[in-house]
Structures are given as C-alpha cells and as structure tokens.
C-alpha cells in the first residue's frame, strides 16, 4: 500500500487528500449524539450509541477501479470508532490497482483483502480459514453483489441494497441540453445495468438531449458499455406537465436525481424520495461522487423511498438504558398491571408486584 501510494501522481494524492478533507468534515458532524430523558420522576431512559467492533467495505472493481468508494466506506467507520475495518476489492488479472492501494495506504487501512462478487460477500458474512467474520457490510456493487448482501443479511447487518447506480434528470425548458446529456451519461457509464433517466415535460429539449447523446457518446472511452446501458435502461420520459415531472422523480426514488429546472432549490423541497440530489446546473452528479463530502453510498431500486444514504450511524447500534426509583416504580405500578392482564402476562405483572411484598417480620 505504501509503495503504491509513492507510485501516484503528485496531482492524484492532492486530489484523494482533497476528498478525503471533504468527505471527513462531512461525516464528522454527523457524530450521534446519546440522550437521557427522565420522562416523569423517578423514570429515567437513556439512548446510547455504541461503535460497531468489525466491519466489512466492499469496493467493486473489475473493469475499473474504485477509490472514492474506499474513501466514502472507510472515512464514516474511522469516525464512528469502529476498531476493524476490511476492505475487500476485485483484483483485475491478480492485481489491485495502485490508487486503490495507495487510498488504502491514506486512510491507514489495516486489512484489505483481493476478492470480489457475491463470494466476497459470503466471505465476510461467514468467514473462512484466512478471513474472520464481520459484523456489517458496506458498500456498492453490481447485481450479483446486491443479491449477495440481500442473501446474507440476518446473518450479519448491510446497509442497503446499493447497485446497480442508476439517475433520474428532471428538466425543464431552462435546461441546457448539452449538460442533461453529460448528466445521463456520467452514470450510465458505471455498467450495462445502469438506468438513466430523462422526465421533461418539454418535448424540444427530448430531441435535443438525444441528439447531444449521439454526438457526445461516440469520443467516449466506455462507449461500448454506454451503449449497452442506454439501449436497455435508458428512458426519456415526456411528461404532462412539470408537476408530473417532479411526481415522476419521486415516484422512481432513484438513487441519484439531478434538477435542471428554473427553480431547482423550490423542486429539491418537493422531493421526498432520492438518495442523493443535485441542485441546479453547477451541481453535477460527480461531485457527489468524489469529492464534495456527501457520501455516494446510496439505496438504489426505489429503495430510496424508504432508505438514507450511507453516514456514520450505519457504523453502530444504539441501546436503551432505564433506571428507574422505588417512586418511580410506584408511579407506573399500576398503570403495568392494568395493561399486562389485560394483554394475559401476568407474569409481567408479577414482576413489578413481587417488588412491593412486604418481607416478612
């Protein structure tokens, strides 16, 4: 990891120290908070907030390498406290790449291991000879990668079913055609299963972001994978009307949604349904991908409907803690009673009574 780190760039180190900077700022106001409440005299509870021991982050790879998913994992555990951190990442020929290596090396990994897919995931939801067992697993990847944290979730914690990456463009006349185009496109790069999607209620600006599409996807180096990825999950959506646009974003609940509008910030309050959302022509998606401190990790599949974007939460477990008085005690003595012989446990009312008998003299 150290060699790789000496072997980039002088430009690429400032760039991952530069997200990293962002990234941890961003994370590091997210820090729980433990809260103790006494609800009526006598009756105290606490919420605490505890790391978790080991945890797993999974770095896809293969045909591309991922450093700022490495970053976007890594950084929220450090700040949580958790004490074991893996990364696992697929190698590509029996090598993992030097700026994977060397944002491991950044970071002070301690654990990193050369596997990927569905049986990394089983990996470290299970363990084997070589690879202990972790508590939760992170991080996103493509279908099978998905599956496999569905699959194994119970027995161990996942965050979220994140992957394959996915964005929903909402568009208005005001919108540059030129900037939805490298918008769509800038995500359906991520593979052949990735959607992009255009809703407009403007039927101009759809055949002016499919022409800015044909001319733009030719000079691209994955070409090949946009293709494939737009042929099969790309949509331009004509909507009735720019209210059905916005209703269209947040029925989707996509894991990425860019707002091209005349009044972006009144459309980004509108939407409760969305992963990540990018404000305006001077948001693009990879700014969130990379390096403005939000983390990329994100529910994707209409998930985000209901799903948060990977924080520091994700990285331990909260416990109630009740301490309670004789007085306090006596002040809900009764009001247990009722409700447990009405719902037939009296043993649970047994248990607050025996602690009223007198002993005998």
């Known amino acids: 990891m150290a060699q790789a780190w000496d072997s980039l760039s002088e430009e690429l180190r400032r760039a991952l120290a530069h997200a990293e900077r962002n990234i941890r700022r961003f994370h590091e106001a997210q820090a729980p908070q433990d809260m103790r409440m006494e609800v009526e005299p006598g009756v105290v509870v606490e919420r605490r907030w505890a790391p978790l021991r080991r945890i797993g982050a999974y770095v896809p ?17 450090q700040v949580a406290g958790v004490e074991d951190i893996v990364v696992a990442a697929p190698d590509t020929d029996g090598v993992l790449a030097p700026a994977l290596l060397g944002a491991a090396h950044m970071l002070d990994v301690g654990e990193m291991w050369a596997m990927g897919g569905a049986q990394a995931i089983a990996a470290l939801a299970y363990g084997t000879e070589t690879v202990r067992r972790v508590q939760k697993i992170v991080g996103p990847g493509n279908q099978y990668v998905t599956a496999a944290k569905l699959a194994v979730f119970g027995e161990v914690d996942i965050d979220m079913p994140a992957g394959p990456s996915e964005v929903v463009v909402v568009a208005d006349g005001s919108a540059d055609p030129l900037h939805a185009a490298a918008d769509l496109l800038c995500q359906a790069e991520h593979g052949p299963d990735s959607p992009a999607v255009l809703v407009t209620a403007d039927a101009g600006l759809l055949e ?10 030719p000079g691209l180096e ?3 994978v946009l293709e494939r990825a737009l042929e099969n999950h790309g949509l331009l959506v004509l909507a009735p009307d720019h209210d059905a646009a916005l209703a269209f974003a947040d029925e989707y609940a996509a894991e990425h949604v860019t707002l091209l509008t005349a009044d972006p910030e009144t459309d980004a309050k509108r939407l409760t349904a969305a992963g990540s959302v990018f404000v305006g022509g001077w948001a693009p998606e990879p700014v969130g991908d990379y390096a403005s401190g939000a983390n990329h990790v994100l529910p994707t599949g209409g998930t985000a409907a209901a799903m948060s974007p990977l924080g520091v939460e994700d990285f331990g477990s909260w416990r109630q803690v009740q301490t309670l008085t004789e007085a306090g005690l006596t002040a809900l003595r009764a009001t247990i009673g009722e409700l447990a012989t009405a719902e037939g446990l009296t043993a649970h009312r047994m248990a607050v009574e025996v602690r009223f008998r007198e002993e005998p003299s």
Do not use: F, N, Q
Not at 61 to 77: D, E, F, Q
Not at 208 to 217: G, K, S, T, Y
């Open 61 to 77: 790879g293969g045909k591309a390498a991922y450093p700022s998913t490495l970053v976007m994992t890594v950084i929220p555990a």
């Open 208 to 217: 002016a972001v499919a022409a800015e599409i044909d001319a733009l996807l």
């Open 222 to 224: 994955r070409w090949d």
